[in-house]
């Protein structure tokens, strides 16, 4: 399967508009945003545990970024609530699932199959930082590597927003909304730039909070399955 596998495309989904997709473990369904490949993919999707479902357990063979929109998600190695930011690098195992129930936003197979990096941040413990020279921007930093650049961004109302991108960008809204162009994006709204481009955007009227990642599509990394559902 192949969805929106053009990496030097613009991209927009508007996934709270999409329908809920069963996977295949019972009570776990997803809305895919990028895809390729089938069980086994080069994917990003907002994911949707039902109360008391779970995965089966396995191996990130590319390795698994997610960050937690609602409800609280569980593994073995803790519970993460809403806000939770969570690298699982190539080789790293658990059996996830939620027993209150949980969205998120995940991405898999799109880690450098060197990266041993693991992260587990509470974004509700950390504070933005204000940046001097984009007014109406605050920040939190997430990861940071040669390859890639994650933060959480808050956009004030009305603020304009003109970032150069010349590694490409991806933009999940997580509250409030922006204006792209003639395009609105509001929550659980994608948005993808390819490498070259410059976000031109202005925050809506109660403002916007943002996950954006930058830098990673100058040269997006190659899918090479192993086994691995999600």
């Not at 921007?137 to 959480?152: R, W």
């Not at 960008?169 to 659980?188: K, P």
């Amino acid at each position: 399967m192949e969805l929106n596998a053009d990496f030097s495309q613009r991209v927009a989904v508007h996934a709270a508009q999409l329908p809920w997709m069963p996977s295949p473990m019972a009570g776990v369904e997803r809305r895919m945003l990028d895809r390729i490949g089938d069980e086994v993919a080069r994917a990003t999707s907002i994911v949707r545990y039902a109360p008391h479902s779970h995965f089966s357990p396995h191996v990130h063979g590319g390795g698994e970024e997610f960050l937690v929109l609602e409800g609280v998600f569980q593994d073995e190695y803790g519970d993460y609530p809403a806000g939770s930011y969570v690298r699982n690098p190539p080789t790293s195992k658990h059996t996830p699932g939620s027993e209150p129930g949980c969205v998120i936003f995940v991405k898999l197979w799109q880690f450098d199959p060197d990266d041993r990096t693991e992260v587990r941040t509470d974004t509700g413990e950390v504070s933005f930082l204000s940046v001097p020279d984009r007014a109406g921007v605050e920040i939190m930093p997430l990861f940071h590597d040669s390859h890639e650049d994650v933060l959480l961004e808050h956009w004030a109302p009305r603020a304009r927003i003109d970032l150069p991108v010349p590694g490409g960008a991806e933009i999940l809204v997580l509250d409030g909304a922006f204006n792209e162009g003639t395009e609105e994006f509001t929550t659980q709204s994608w948005l993808r730039l390819p490498a070259g481009s410059r976000l031109q955007a202005e925050a809506g009227l109660t403002g916007c909070r943002v996950w954006i990642k930058t830098g990673h599509l100058v040269k997006p990394l190659k899918f090479s399955s192993k086994p691995q559902v999600a």
